[in-house]
Antibody, heavy 119, light 112 residues
Framework: EVQLVQSGTEAKKPGESLRISCKGT????????IGWVRQMPGKGLEWMGIIFPGDSDTRYSPSFDGQVTISADKSISTAYLQWSSLKASDSAKYFCARRIAGGLGLDVWGQGTTVTVFS | QSALTQPASVSGSPGQSITISCTGTNSDVGGSDYVSWYQQHPGKAPKLLIY???NRPSGASLRFSGSKSGNTASLTISGLQSEDEADYYCSSYTSSGSTFYVFGTGTTVTVL
């Protein structure tokens, strides 16, 4: 079964760093783009960026460029989303998702990682 | 880039058909064959319903269909069922900037 399994809930303070993960199983991880999506409490989906694990080609939404870093380690089939200095406004649920082969939809989604930043 | 515009809410009775619109620009919906639709139940991850305007992924229900005309894409749900009550989001490839996607504002479907 093809799955994306994300790391668990995080509670952090403003200014702290954080890296959350997304591990792919059941397919060749290096050959499919992995995207990251933010959903703030009670709000809609926001596109953050996408990475091709095979060569780490990465594209960012203008809204998130410079605010987060997307990376991947194909040797362990894992993609990452990281912050160097969290803000309260980063509190949200973050999803990773795989781009479907031969198309541009996101066909497999992780369960989401909830990040809460509070002082 | 700005989010694609969807109606905030759409409702229908069981068995009816409803349509959700998704309006963009020539830089996204109008200039792309890459429009997707997602369903999200509360507390759950989104689920792909339609990709590349009118293609269903493996296992997706035939009751969901997609189309596009100009800068507006549409999702039609036929034979509305209680389990269709959820939030729906469109997404499109965008040629604006270096990113791949832009999402719609989201539509809440209520089954009366």
């Amino acid at each position: 079964e093809v799955q994306l399994v994300q790391s668990g809930t995080e509670a952090k303070k403003p200014g702290e760093s954080l890296r959350i993960s997304c591990k792919g199983t059941g397919y060749i991880f290096a050959t499919s783009w992995i995207g990251w999506v933010r959903q703030m409490p009670g709000k809609g989906l926001e596109w953050m960026g996408i990475i091709f694990p095979g060569d780490s080609d990465t594209r960012y939404s203008p809204s998130f460029d410079g605010q987060v870093t997307i990376s991947a380690d194909k040797s362990i089939s894992t993609a990452y989303l990281q912050w160097s200095s969290l803000k309260a406004s980063d509190s949200a649920k973050y999803f990773c998702a795989r781009r479907i082969a031969g198309g541009l939809g996101l066909d497999v989604w992780g369960q989401g990682t909830t990040v809460t930043v509070f002082s | 880039q700005s989010a694609l515009t969807q109606p905030a809410s759409v409702s229908g009775s069981p068995g009816q058909s409803i349509t959700i619109s998704c309006t963009g620009t020539n830089s996204d919906v109008g200039g792309s064959d890459y429009v997707s639709w997602y369903q999200q139940h509360p507390g759950k991850a989104p689920k792909l319903l339609i990709y590349d305007v009118n293609n269903r992924p493996s296992g997706a229900s035939l009751r969901f269909s997609g189309s596009k005309s100009g800068n507006t894409a549409s999702l039609t749900i036929s034979g509305l069922q209680s389990e269709d009550e959820a939030d729906y989001y469109c997404s499109s490839y965008t040629s604006s900037g270096s990113t791949f996607y832009v999402f719609g504002t989201g539509t809440t479907v209520t089954v009366l």
